[in-house]
């Protein structure tokens, strides 16, 4: 066999007063295909730094073969100090390597390569960063989460492109399907150490739940030793003396073992607050048509949800499909064709981007809505620390801004406030965003347990598999089409996934090793101040429009109005007419913004 690469053994590292790695090793052979899992918090971007040679471990030794060369992505790359972005991504080049393979990359990533970089999004910056590590060909390649902000086309193209390349791979991700296509060893982060299984990852965790199974009987043998000797020392015979001390000496160990046992984190438990049952029909909508400007989003697209349905909805990024969400849940009006809602039906919505948390406002009062230490989940109260432990929040947490959560901290925030709203229609966009495996285990199934209906956005191909009954796929030029199951058997059906939606090229493209100083004309289109602001702004006055609505629509509700005061039934309704328009002409703003602002970054 040959010697290993990269070798990490004995791996120590503290942070604080907590041991997070206690003994972790990683060997890469040449053309390893590794799966790095574990949970949140677990070490694995931690363990790929020290790989990287980022971060010094306080124990153990890192080996390298001379000469070997190494890429590694990092979840928030720096882009400072280059003019463009296939400056930076040259400048990972070394003198052998293909300088075409940066523009390329680039190209198939959603960039042009003349982008400065200090006007990028997160998501264009990682894009980046992606082509960078790619480029070189490299002997290692160490990639933390690489399909975070990529859409479905991205994702399949950069599977593709990674099994056609010869480099050893160490692999972080959320993506189930991603992992089981690509990987062909598992290493394992469990309680500070690794456990390297020589199988990918499609076969890892059921190993995982035997081994899991067999530590939690080893730990009741234990136990029942313990009682036996415990016994003997109370009413045993008393034998030899040397005899008596070897046996307490055991006792003693086996108690120091039960003492230090780390068992397994626990897991998050999801409840959902369910509302009353809706009527059979949920959502009818008959040849729906939206457009923005030239722009047509949604072309004539008709379909009928029933109760209990679990509808996927795909397509790239900029396709629309927040738009047609909108549109089926009664958010947005179409400029054509109509939408019947069904009755009795009672919302849970999911916000991608967490737009709708508060940064500023403590944890507690998320969950609880403010002024309350309890919140009702399906009809019994429950005090807020408890139903944050429920998803491993600790009580500490309870004063903590959601600002300074981490990105899986604010997803679990997001769920738990939306779970815990009593609802017969859940809507989730992208919710497997940030999650562990074992969460997305775990919302897999209280999707499947939940008796009302769900429509959800997501990029995950594995869990659209596992989740919905019919799956909503843009098919482009505004054109929408629905297929029964999950995504594999649209695929099956369609003969194809889901193409990347086509963007005209906004200016011409260096050649490599030329590149040009960005200047006002030749930089990538880009969101404007105003226009940034207008995102921001847009939902507080929407929201703010919405309940002056509430109020001008509880005046005209008293029947006696226009008999007792003509005057003021006639002004409380032309205010009411003003303020839904001016809504209406604020949402169109919105989405249009947003549609450009996906586009842009996507």
């Known amino acids: 066999m040959a010697p290993p690469l990269l070798a990490l053994q004995s791996i120590r590292l503290v942070l604080g007063s907590t041991e997070l790695l206690t003994g972790a090793d990683l060997s890469v052979l040449p053309g390893d295909k590794i799966a790095l899992v574990g949970r949140n918090g677990s070490g694995k971007s931690t363990l790929l730094k020290i790989a990287a040679g980022e971060i010094e471990p306080d124990g153990g030794e890192r080996f390298f073969q001379p000469?070997?060369?190494?890429?590694?992505?990092?979840?928030?790359?720096?882009?400072?100090?280059?003019?463009?972005?296939?400056?930076?991504?040259?400048?990972?080049?070394?003198?052998?390597?293909?300088?075409?393979?940066?523009?390329?990359?680039?190209?198939?990533?959603?960039?042009?390569?003349?982008?400065?970089?200090?006007?990028?999004?997160?998501?264009?910056?990682?894009?980046?960063?992606?082509?960078?590590?790619?480029?070189?060909?490299?002997?290692?390649?160490?990639?933390?989460?690489?399909?975070?902000?990529?859409?479905?086309?991205?994702?399949?193209?950069?599977?593709?492109?990674?099994?056609?390349?010869?480099?050893a791979l160490v692999l972080i991700s959320h993506d189930r399907r991603f992992l089981s296509d690509l990987t062909r060893v598992t290493v394992w982060i469990d309680r500070g150490e690794t456990r390297r299984i020589d199988r990918g990852f499609a076969g890892f965790e059921a190993w995982r739940d035997d081994f899991l199974e067999q530590e939690e009987k080893e730990q009741h043998k234990l136990a029942r030793k313990i009682?036996?000797?415990?016994?003997?020392?109370?009413?045993?015979?008393?034998?030899?003396?040397?005899?008596?001390?070897?046996?307490?000496?055991?006792?003693?160990?086996?108690?120091?073992?039960?003492?230090?046992?780390?068992?397994?984190?626990?897991?998050?438990?999801?409840?959902?607050?369910?509302?009353?049952?809706?009527?059979?029909?949920?959502?009818?909508?008959?040849?729906?048509?939206?457009?923005?400007?030239?722009?047509?989003?949604?072309?004539?697209?008709?379909?009928?949800?029933?109760?209990?349905?679990?509808?996927?909805?795909?397509?790239?990024?900029?396709?629309?499909?927040?738009?047609?969400?909108?549109?089926?849940?009664?958010?947005?009006?179409?400029?054509?064709?109509?939408?019947?809602?069904?009755?009795?039906?009672?919302?849970?919505?999911?916000?991608?981007?967490?737009?709708?948390?508060?940064?500023?406002?403590?944890?507690?009062?998320?969950?609880?809505?403010?002024?309350?230490?309890?919140?009702?989940?399906?009809?019994?109260?429950?005090?807020?620390?408890?139903?944050?432990?429920?998803?491993?929040?600790?009580?500490?947490?309870?004063?903590?801004?959601?600002?300074?959560?981490?990105?899986?901290?604010?997803?679990?925030?997001?769920?738990?406030?939306?779970?815990?709203?009593?609802?017969?229609?859940?809507?989730?966009?992208?919710?497997?965003?940030?999650?562990?495996?074992?969460t997305l285990d775990l919302l897999e199934e209280t999707i499947a347990d939940y008796k009302g209906t769900v429509i959800v956005v997501s990029h995950d191909r594995d869990f659209l598999d596992k989740v919905a009954s019919s799956v909503i796929v843009a098919e482009g030029d505004g054109r929408w089409a629905e297929y029964a199951g999950g995504y594999s058997d649209m695929v099956a059906q369609r003969g194809e996934g889901v193409k990347a939606r086509a963007v005209d090229k906004l200016q011409a493209v260096p050649t490599p090793k030329q590149t040009p100083k960005s200047t006002p004309t030749s930089q990538k289109r880009k969101l404007s101040f105003k226009e940034k602001h207008a995102l921001e702004t847009l939902p507080k006055q929407m929201d703010a429009l919405k309940a002056e609505m509430d109020g001008l629509q509880k005046t005209l509700d008293d029947p006696a109005l226009y008999n007792r005061d003509p005057a003021l039934f006639e002004r409380t309704t032309e205010a009411f007419v003003a303020a839904q328009d001016k809504l209406t002409e604020y949402e169109d703003q919105w989405l249009e913004l947003e549609l450009l602002r996906e586009e842009l970054e996507g």
């Open 227 to 438: 009682v036996a000797e415990e016994h003997w020392v109370r009413y045993g015979v008393t034998a030899r003396r040397k005899r008596n001390v070897r046996r307490m000496h055991e006792l003693s160990d086996l108690r120091k073992k039960v003492r230090e046992y780390r068992g397994p984190q626990g897991n998050v438990k999801m409840t959902v607050s369910e509302g009353q049952s809706s009527g059979a029909l949920v959502v009818e909508a008959d040849e729906i048509s939206k457009s923005f400007g030239d722009r047509l989003v949604v072309d004539t697209f008709s379909t009928r949800i029933m109760r209990g349905a679990r509808v996927g909805i795909v397509g790239p990024n900029g396709a629309g499909k927040t738009t047609l969400i909108r549109m089926l849940i009664g958010d947005l009006a179409p400029d054509s064709g109509s939408v019947r809602l069904g009755t009795r039906l009672e919302l849970a919505v999911l916000d991608q981007r967490r737009a709708t948390l508060d940064p500023d406002m403590p944890l507690k009062d998320v969950l609880t809505g403010g002024g309350s230490d309890t919140l009702t989940i399906n009809g019994e109260s429950k005090h807020v620390i408890g139903y944050m432990k429920e998803f491993l929040f600790p009580p500490e947490q309870a004063r903590t801004a959601v600002g300074k959560l981490s990105g899986g901290e604010r997803n679990r925030v997001t769920l738990a406030r939306a779970l815990a709203l009593p609802s017969n229609v859940l809507v989730l966009d992208e919710p497997t965003n940030d999650l562990d495996l074992e």
């Open 67 to 167: 000469g070997t060369t190494v890429r590694y992505l990092a979840q928030e790359p720096d882009l400072s100090g280059y003019e463009t972005t296939l400056a930076y991504v040259e400048d990972g080049l070394e003198g052998a390597d293909n300088p075409f393979r940066a523009q390329y990359l680039l190209e198939q990533l959603g960039l042009t390569g003349s982008e400065d970089p200090k006007s990028l999004s997160g998501g264009e910056a990682r894009r980046a960063a992606l082509a960078r590590v790619l480029a070189p060909e490299p002997d290692i390649l160490l990639l933390d989460e690489p399909t975070n902000h990529l859409d479905l086309p991205a994702i399949e193209w950069l599977e593709s492109e990674l099994k056609s390349m010869k480099s």
